[in-house]
């Protein structure tokens, strides 16, 4: 079944420690990615997007994120994770006309 | 500028009863979306909208109905209530496919 997945259901790291966040899909074609973040209680917001060229992609907030054609997947990075990135992230494909999430992986920043 | 707007943002219904949530967006996009989500799934799409008067079915549409008479409108109904329809309930909209979606705060629904 076409699918996005993201293997973490919850990760912990150090405030300062860097962070990898993974993001599978299962699509024929490579679809359009995309990564979101949402804090408690609120709407997502984009973090970054991969639509063709550049493989490394930059964000907001000094997040990057890498597509890997040949692993189907687009993880997202950090070098040093501050306190105000505890969130849950969320990764995205448009494989069609729909945009298609992930079950999120819920980030918590150990002072 | 207010973006995408839902209302109401709370809501406890009982089973059977039915309600409509409305999306209401400010930014001309063609697409809009209904997600609900649960924990541990993540969002799952409801129905989507890719212009003014269409609308299409999305992974989890059984129970749910959805308009779109207006471009900037996006209506979510229930008709008959259940518990397994407690929720968060996004709304989402964007200019064309492959562009970045905004998201509503959400509406927290609860059917008991």
């Known amino acids: 079944a076409q699918s996005v997945t993201q293997p973490d259901i919850h990760i912990t790291v150090s405030e300062g420690a860097s962070l990898e966040l993974r993001c599978n899909y299962s699509?024929?074609?490579?679809?359009?990615l995309f990564w979101y973040v949402q804090s408690p209680g609120q709407g997502l917001q984009l973090l970054l997007k991969?639509?063709?060229?550049?493989?490394l992609v930059q964000g907001i907030k000094g997040f990057e994120a890498e597509f890997k054609r040949s692993q189907s997947s687009f993880n997202l990075r950090k070098p040093s994770v501050h306190w105000s990135d505890a969130a849950e992230y969320f990764c995205?494909?448009?494989?069609?006309?729909?945009?298609?999430f992930g079950a999120g992986t819920r980030l918590t920043v150990k002072p | 500028n207010a973006g995408v707007t839902q209302t109401p943002k709370f809501r406890v219904l009982k089973t059977g009863q039915s309600m409509t949530l409305l999306c209401a967006q400010d930014?001309?996009?063609?697409?809009m979306y209904w997600y609900r989500q649960d924990p541990g799934m993540g969002l799952r799409l409801i129905h989507y909208?890719?212009?003014?008067?269409?609308?299409a079915k999305g992974e989890v549409p059984d129970g749910y109905n959805v308009s779109r008479l207006k471009k900037q409108n996006f209506l979510l109904g229930l008709e008959s209530a259940a518990p397994s329809q407690t929720s968060v309930y996004f709304c989402?909209?964007?200019?064309?496919?492959?562009?970045?979606?905004?998201f509503g705060q959400g509406t927290r629904l609860t059917v008991v």
């Open positions: 991969y639509f063709s060229g550049d493989t």
């Open positions: 989402a909209s964007s200019l064309v496919r492959n562009t970045e979606a905004f």
């Open positions: 699509y024929g074609a490579t679809p359009y």
């Open positions: 995205a494909v448009i494989p069609n006309n729909d945009m298609r």
């Open positions: 909208s890719v212009g003014e008067g269409t609308t």
């Open positions: 930014m001309n996009h063609e697409y």
